[in-house]
């Protein structure tokens, strides 16, 4: 099982910090020192993040990515139908 990551700043330090995840989600430096200092990420950020945490055996809490929520959370629910 992935270590699950609780903070925007313990992915940074996972991912090699700001230049690297910045590089990685293809933005601008200073935009990526702004989710660190705010502690999330914007959901176009997700793929490329979970895939290289993922090529570590890494992981992150989806509460991280807070516009991603409505929509994390109704999927769980479609998938809890019977």
């Known amino acids: ?33 702004n989710w660190r200092a705010f502690g999330y990420f914007p959901a176009n950020s997700y793929r490329a993040i979970k895939s290289a945490l993922a090529a570590k055996g890494l992981d992150a809490e989806e509460a991280l990515w807070p516009e991603m929520l409505p929509a994390v959370l109704t999927s769980v629910d479609n998938e809890a139908q019977p």
């Open 1 to 33: 099982m992935a270590k699950i990551l609780r903070s925007a700043e313990e992915v940074f330090d996972a991912l090699g910090g700001v230049a690297s995840v910045a590089s990685m989600t293809g933005t601008k430096y200073t935009r990526a020192h």
